[in-house]
């Protein structure tokens, strides 16, 4: 076994390679940029190296300082991880000149690999099957079109370089394929620096179906079963599991002995994936990565086996740990990316400080693997994946549940993220039953714009409901019959009505009275009905206010009783300018009463027209503004004194 091993990557993926190493006995050493001085796998590690500024090119892709790191700490082996250099031929070929073990496959292999065209070649000579399709180096316009239209049509445009979908283009007709062929090859050259493109028949409905290979230097090769990964959103892996759903035992026994064949095809060592597409009936080939995936837990929840040990004893010239015969599969594994970016403006990242981070408990049945803590600042530098969360079950339903369950109780604060969407997705009909392919999320499923409105009022109401528990909340069983208890929600602030009725609460929200039941509390959350509708939620008192994790949705209710209203009843109902700004109108006066919804006043400010909207039914008591005023921030501009329902003065006790 090696000794040593660098780690030339970051993040989750630095994270889990020192983990095992560490249990291995061998010594660890990790790399950072300037951005990544305090970053978890730098403090896992037994030393680490500074390799330069935040930027990649400048640190995580800078050979050369990799190189020199490895010399000045003594390390025998370096591990690539996955991204960065994982794939880089150049870069293993240097490690191996420089007289340091590369754990992963031979520069060879991963160059024959890293050409799609050449893949392909010589994945049909092996005998693997192969899309129709073109790969040929002559790449003129009108070679292109002739192929194009031997094809048919749709086909699939694919850069021979790179891979994550970058300059990928379906063209549906004869007319799309000149613009699209320009498209793919613009963002080709970019992204890879070689414009070289191939063709293939596109299938509508495809799977994306892998096969995880392991090979050795002493001749052995075999496959860890395989791992659907359809659930793509612009051709990136959004949710992954193993088995893949309805496979049938002579198809996956067929497509892992053309993974086995395809590795010793090309002289493979240590791990690989080799990829293929699904049509419900047969498979073809579509490439291989010559590194570890980022899925790869699932494959070790469905295996027990630990894929980094692999790597390491494989690198350091042990045969394979197992034979075909001898590993075996129980049970599904599902994992979901947790990124940092906003589903409802374009998947766009997300960057911040970390100002609160929890995963749900890691046991034999759920995993998570990070390489962030709470606290930690996600920059626009790296990719913006904050973590993987697996779960395992005897069966595929159970696992989508307990993953759904361990989404619910995560909780990130600081930047927004898809967690609500890898919900949806996992509760889709569609997925549940297993009818998945690459299209599905682009073509039947959208992130939700905005909370919805009824689980938004339920928060509030579950919120109000549990604030009697809440150690800082005042709230007690001598305290008068109605409490008018403020919670604010990010922007959004309400005064809630709080009165103890027959079997539960009344609680006002808006100029609507709810009935609010409280049938069971645990440690984290409690059960009941609202309006006669059955609700559970998870809820967490905090100091000065509560929070209640439903649906994957997170409110963070905080008690208004600081500076803007001083605690005192006399300011309840003043309403203030958020911002500053001209008033353009004033519909109300003082004595005139008004309906919950109805506008008091418009204000403009940054451009744009602010109404002013009465939260309840009450009287106006004073106007403090007129047309044509500018005010500043916090400005008085109406006192509004509600008008408490009949329901809220019957005094009850409190069940």
Request: some cysteine; hydrophobic content about 40%; overall charge negative.
């Amino acid at each position: 076994m090696l000794d040593s091993v660098l780690i030339a990557n970051r993040g989750e993926i630095a994270c889990r390679v020192i983990r095992t190493a560490r249990r291995l006995g061998l010594r660890t050493i990790a790399v950072c940029s300037e951005a990544d001085r305090e970053a978890l796998h730098v403090r896992l590690a037994d030393e680490s190296v500074l390799l330069g500024p935040a930027a990649a090119r400048e640190s995580y892709l800078n050979v050369e300082r990799i190189l020199q790191a490895a010399r000045d700490t003594r390390a025998a082996s370096i591990h690539p991880g996955y991204g960065f250099l994982s794939e880089n031929a150049a870069f293993a070929r240097a490690c191996r000149e420089a007289g340091v073990v590369f754990v992963g496959p031979p520069e060879d292999a991963i160059l024959r690999m890293g050409s799609k065209s050449e893949a392909r070649r010589l994945m049909a000579a092996a005998g693997v099957p192969v899309l129709p399709g073109y790969d040929d180096d002559e790449q003129s316009f009108e070679r292109l079109e002739t192929e194009a239209r031997r094809l048919g049509f749709p086909l699939l445009i694919k850069p021979t370089a790179g891979g994550g979908g970058k300059g990928m283009r379906i063209v549906r007709g004869a007319g799309e394929l000149a613009e699209s062929l320009a498209g793919a090859r613009r963002e080709a050259s970019k992204a890879f620096g070689d414009d070289r493109v191939l063709l293939e028949r596109f299938v509508e409905k495809g799977r994306h179906v892998e096969i995880q290979v392991f090979a050795d230097r002493h001749g052995g090769a075999v496959h860890l079963f395989e791992r659907d990964c359809s659930l793509q959103r612009r051709h990136q892996k959004v949710i992954e599991e193993a088995p893949a759903p309805g496979l049938t035992d002579p198809t996956r026994e067929r497509m892992g002995a053309a993974a086995v064949a395809a590795a010793r095809a090309v002289g493979y060592e240590g791990a690989g994936t080799v990829e293929f597409l699904y049509d419900g009936g047969e498979f073809y080939f579509l490439e291989m990565n010559t590194r570890l995936q980022v899925e790869h837990p699932v494959t070790e929840m469905i295996t027990g086996l630990d894929l980094v040990e692999w790597q390491l004893r494989v690198a350091s010239g042990e045969p394979l740990p197992l034979e075909q015969a001898g590993i075996e599969r129980r049970g599904h594994a599902v994992e979901a990316r947790l990124y940092a970016e906003d589903p409802e403006k374009g998947f766009l990242p997300s960057t911040g400080r970390l100002r609160r981070l929890r995963f749900p408990a890691v046991d034999e049945h759920v995993r998570v693997d990070s390489g962030v803590r709470e606290g930690d600042e996600v920059t626009v530098h790296y990719d913006p994946m904050l973590a993987k969360l697996v779960a395992w079950a005897p069966d595929r339903g159970g696992a989508i549940d307990r993953l759904r369950e361990a989404l619910e109780v995560t909780e990130v604060e600081g930047v927004r993220t898809n967690a609500r969407f890898l919900w949806e997705i996992l509760g889709s009909p569609s997925v549940r039953a297993g009818d998945v392919s690459t299209r599905l999320l682009e073509q039947e499923f959208q992130p939700s714009a905005g909370v919805p409105a009824r689980e938004s009022t339920e928060a509030w109401l579950i919120a109000a409901a549990a604030i009697p528990w809440a150690p800082s909340a005042g709230f007690r069983l001598n305290a008068p019959p109605v409490i008018r208890l403020p919670l604010r929600l990010g922007d959004e602030r309400h005064w809630m009505r709080i009165a103890p009725g027959p079997g539960g609460l009344d609680v006002g929200l808006a100029g609507h009275t709810h009935r609010v039941e409280v049938l069971g509390r645990t440690d984290d959350g409690m059960t009941g009905r609202i309006d006669g509708h059955p609700y559970v939620a998870r809820v967490e008192a905090r100091e000065g206010g509560v929070s209640v994790r439903r649906q994957c949705l997170h409110f963070e209710f905080v008690t208004d009783t600081g500076a803007e209203h001083h605690a005192s009843a006399e300011h309840e109902g003043h309403f203030r300018a958020p911002m500053p700004g001209h008033v353009l109108d004033v519909r109300i006066a003082a004595g005139d009463p008004v309906k919950a919804g109805a506008v008091l006043l418009v204000l403009e400010a940054m451009k744009m027209e602010h109404s002013l909207a009465a939260p309840w039914d009450g009287t106006v008591r004073s106007v403090s503004v007129k047309p044509g005023d500018r005010v500043e921030e916090g400005a008085d501009l109406v006192l509004l004194e509600p008008i408490e329902e009949p329901s809220l003065r019957q005094p009850a006790a409190l069940d």
